[in-house]
């Protein structure tokens, strides 16, 4: 195979061109005329969370309401373990995100007084079905930003803590790419399918989060020792059977409450009505012979139903046409729900790299935006541009102060080495596919997955731990024939890099701090005399060291100490 | 779910194959024209149907998930997205979405 080698220099690298990466160029092209690239291993118009469109926007600071208002919701609903420096500058800039947003062209709904009309207590309506291609065009409108589509990012280059920028290849062209830049910020996207999914056969990627985010900004970190924190609080989505579209448009919508088999609401008698607890509701009907469980819909009427069809259409079209194949809308039949299998997501739980307040992570120069970045959940769509926003101003003040640095040769040429060697591996005997879906055979039955109400124990970790890396050892011996296998043997290697992650997590949580999400059956109740902090993880010697550190309240600015 | 390409229609212009978050799109060496190569890696999210001037894409529910062989294309005029989704037994039903307009819900 003829691989072309090139080396690109840029004052910032951005990895990933999705919400928060994209939302960061444009800070930067507005402000600056610094050199910024993008690197995408799909293409910007389309790529990430927001490919089908999104239905609300659900982080905004309504009338009569403050950013500590905002704060105090998430900390409700994470259970008291939150960031709340990173929570509460992430809130202040919301509604500034909102706005600026509209400016490039998404539709939000207003009132005759020109208001935003609102949809609960923190949520505006809009038409979000191309807020993805917007972005991307505000992205294209600034000379200083170059996007590299299709180029798939694998690891940071890194000298003395200190990132230098990232090795990447083109996953059309078999281009091995070098690219140096004074700052990097890292907006990838959290991971999905590392759990077997709702859906495990044909349509296995008919999943909430998106199937391409597969963990790589976390596994790149974890490789390089960087601090990652609260990998424990997996998310788990309360979604519509199936379709896995998204129950919280019916639900606020059109007020439809959850009810068991015998048409009885049920979430209130499981604790406070958190997200954690409207899964763990769902599932102990369940699994106490109460399910099937549905949104009550029956008798919305028709008006309401064509509504619904409309909306669903403009962000998870696949519930639509499940409508309309069956000949049955909402209104004439219930619409039944089920839990999701377990994502690692920092825009909705606190999973993700451990940053100072202006979302530096524990590595130099790299910066951290969105699901990727950890201890601030409930981002939702406006946080993580808030977050893309504070990360890019961030690394602006950072590079005014350093110099461009490179590696030697011989360091980029080892990593080209390492890349390329799957092209060379000979064939065996198991595939990518075979090997990921073992990882997800094993972390569902014995890290918590759907198959087992999300319940682990200690013994289970043990066997689960050994069994990702005998995986991980397997699949650096896979072969890929070009680079667009390259980028499937790198999807599988991140994830099984973040499972071992979660397992440590879990391991290391020794309470059930969040039903469902971190359900450890041997401590089944919450200690907050132990267990009211973070837990933090650093790869180090090729094992997982667990760092316990104590909570930071919102008045402070964190620091990383080293 | 998953869509599905007819190479009647597909005019070979490569947009889809651009867009696809997944990259799972691919170019026909001979004839130009685009294929899913991984169709159960489909994630359902429709860029291809709404890039395609064609109407060569349709999407569908797989069986597992319930699907009888509906399908469903997209085609935008003038702001605004109609979706026409045909059942097994030629029942046609377009829904069109003004998209300067918010959803109601």
Redesign the interface.
Known sequence: MDIKREKLYTDILIIGGGTAGCYAAITIGEKSDKKVMIAEKANIKRSGCLAAGVNALNAYIVKGKTPEDYLEYVKRDANGIIREDLVLTMSERLNGVTRHLEKLGLVILKDEKGDYVTRGDRNIKINGENIKPILAAGVYKHDNIQVLNKVNIVDYIIKDNRVLGAYGFSIENNIFYVIYARGVICATGGAAGIYKPNNPGFSRHKMWYPPFNTGAGYAMGIREGAEMTTFEMRFIALRCKDTIAPTGTIAQGVSAPQINCAGETYDRNYGAPTTANRVYSTVEENRRGRGPCFLRTKGIGKRAEEELLKAYLNMAPAQTLKWLERGAGPSEENVEIEGTEPYIVGGHTGSGYWVDTNRQTTIKGLYAAGDVAGGCPQKYVTGSLAEGEIAAEAVMKYIAAVLQQEVLCEEEENKFREITGYLKNPSGIYTVGQLEEAMQKIMDEYAGGISGSYGYNEVKLAVGKNRIREILKLAYKLHGEDFYDLMKIYELIDRLVVAEAVIAHLEARKETRWHSFQENLDYPGLNDKDYFLYINSVFKDGEIRIIKRPLVDRRQTYEHQN | ??IRINPDLCAGCGNCR??????LLFKEKESNKTYIKY?????????CLKECKFEAIS??????????G?T?YVKEENKE?H?H?T?PDGKK?I?T?D???????
Do not use: H, Q
């Open positions: 779910m998953s651009e867009v696809c978050p997944g990259s169709p159960e890696e489909c994630w359902g999210c429709t860029s999407y569908y529910l797989g069986a597992d998930m319930g699907g009888g509906t469903m997205l979706w989704i059942r039903k829904i979405i998209t300067t307009k918010a959803n109601s819900y």
